[in-house]
């Protein structure tokens, strides 16, 4: 053969095989990250209505995929709720189950609050990021009850027909961290279930009970308090995972199981932060003296919980900061109309009690209601239908 002719037959070949790796590493990428159907194996991250979901610790099972009987006209066109199920086993013992909930069009006014991020007597550990008209974020860590004969949504129905034809155990009370991240247009609604043996081991058989798993015998014991804890931990950490997949930025692996991950508290944000950090200065986006500051900063960083915890509301606040000025103001011109200490006094007291009230009053009556004008959609509940049911106090 000439040499012209095998020169151009080798160019032909070399570009066929180039074509044919780059279209198969296209194809296999996607089927890590967006398993399509039941048995699929997934690892760190699974798109849900066009979101990330992070998954930690290893390969999981897609084994429910499905839509949520859900009707909210409020709430606009939102296509579907769409839900999906996902098994962590180890051997044939199912360790861990996600349930996620997510969109699949966007809204035009917010997807409101979940009843799971009100304060009650069943959560371990509730921790609300920040709650303004359309954004939430919002984390808790509670018991859970059910086992594979448990009611649920229809992507439950799979996972449990799935789970009984690969002849899968599980157990029956589960330990869960729940994430509910939303804004204007977008939701995702996260509850990750674990199986107190990864915490506990053997000695989680003890705790077979509800009554087990309540605030007041939890506290009571080291051992079930040190697993909780570890959840709480782990769950602290992983809510940046959460926030990171609603917005399509998870690109390595989310960390490991609460097992572990409770040792190194939020270290994999903390390790993430200082690669995005290095990142930016390669691309000269941010200064050295700025990259060796906020590099500092981040290894130091944890969680901010502020709760209100005055027994005075912000009105009442504000009221005692302005009378305590006014009443002097007020006895000063009493008196130069009166010339009288006692009668000044009665007026600027009088005129202080009466004030106060109609401050207060005020005050609130236009807070609540601009807040209805702007974000009319804050308190409203919107919930799906979840795997179980919680542990009472």
Known sequence: ?????????????????????????????????????????VTQQIELGGKQVPLPGGEWTLAGLGTQTFNMPALGAFGAIRTAVLFLTQQNRVVAVLEVNSNTLQVNDGWGRTKACAEDAKQFLLVVRYKTGWETS??????????????????????????????LTMAQLWLTAGFRVSDRQDIVDARYHFDPALMLGSSAEAFGSPDDWTADAVKGDPLRLGAVQVMSAWASGFDAWIERGMRNQIASAPGPLPETAAYVTSAPAVDTKLRDLDQLYRDGRITWDAYVTQSQKATTEVPVYKQQTSLLSNSVQKNISFRSFGTFVDYGIAYIVTANPAISWGIALTLNATDSVWFVMNDRYWDDYYAKQNTHDSERVVDFTYIGQGVGA
Request: charged share 20%.
């Open 138 to 167: 919002c984390l808790f860590v509670q018991a859970t009850r059910f086992e594979a004969a448990s009611a649920g949504p229809a992507a439950w129905e799979q996972a449990r027909d799935f789970a009984r034809k690969s002849r």
């Open 1 to 41: 053969m000439p040499d012209g002719h095998r020169l151009n037959l080798d160019r032909y070949v070399t570009a066929w095989s180039v074509l044919a790796i780059a279209l198969a590493a296209w194809l296999a990428w996607p089927a890590a990250a967006s398993a399509t159907s039941v048995g699929d194996k």
